[in-house]
């Protein structure tokens, strides 16, 4: 079934150290995304990528890195967690072509918890 | 700044009818969304605007008036399985999606 995959479901941290989620789509969709979505504060764009080898950052990048080396593939890394970064985090995909094309389709989401 | 306003809750009564609101200020505008998101669950896309008018999907419609900054998601012969929040984004000038911060829409029998 098509569609876009997270790893893992979900992941208790302890602050400092280093975490890789990961985010799969097979959709050949060409721009990918990253949010963290805490209570009361809606959906938040961390990085984003348009198109394979290229990305962006978004509304709140600090503490975080991303890459983009094929079209299917989008992890995001945490290089040093802290507890402000424990939220949920749902990875994202679009075919990125304008206007409707730009529906984006959700992963189910990485619960992570730092302490 | 890019402004994204919606209720924050609303109930209503299985079987019934609601509208739920959503006012933009964006730079720019080149469609809005509608999503549902389950509790514990990811956003699931429900309908896309881009011209004045209303869109009908089955038992929810979508309404859009670019003059005026606003959008409505109609809800009919309410289910308790509708309980869920209720996601509004803009397509801004950039084609970057800018998000409300949802409505919970909870249900009664």
């Known amino acids: 079934i098509a569609g876009i995959t997270q790893a893992p479901t979900s992941q208790i941290l302890a602050a400092g150290r280093r975490m890789t989620l990961r985010c799969t789509q097979d959709m050949r969709h060409n721009a990918m995304y990253w949010y963290r979505q805490d209570l009361g504060l809606g959906l938040r764009l961390i990085h984003y990528s348009n198109t394979a080898g290229t990305t962006g950052k978004g509304e709140v990048p600090d503490g975080y890195s991303v890459s983009r080396a094929n079209t299917d593939d989008f992890p995001l890394t945490l290089a040093s967690a802290v507890p402000s970064q424990t939220s949920v985090y749902f990875c994202?995909?679009?075919?990125?072509?304008?206007?409707?094309?730009?529906?984006?389709?959700f992963g189910p989401g990485t619960r992570l918890t730092v302490l | 700044g890019q402004n994204i306003d919606q209720p924050t809750e609303m109930t209503a009564t299985e079987g019934a009818i609601v509208q739920i609101n959503c006012t933009y200020q964006t730079s720019g505008f080149n469609g809005l969304f509608w999503y549902q998101q389950h509790a514990g669950e990811a956003p699931t896309f429900l309908s896309y605007n881009v011209l004045d008018g209303l869109e009908e999907k089955g038992r929810f419609s979508s309404f859009l008036s670019r003059s005026k900054g606003y959008s409505y998601l109609l809800l009919k012969e309410l289910q308790m399985k509708d309980s869920a929040s209720y996601l509004c984004?803009?397509?801004?000038?950039?084609?970057?999606?800018?998000w409300g911060a949802g409505t919970k829409l909870i249900i009664k029998p």
């Open positions: 984004a803009v397509l801004d000038s950039n084609y970057q999606l800018i």
């Open positions: 994202a995909s679009s075919d990125g072509s304008g206007g409707s094309t730009d529906t984006q389709y």
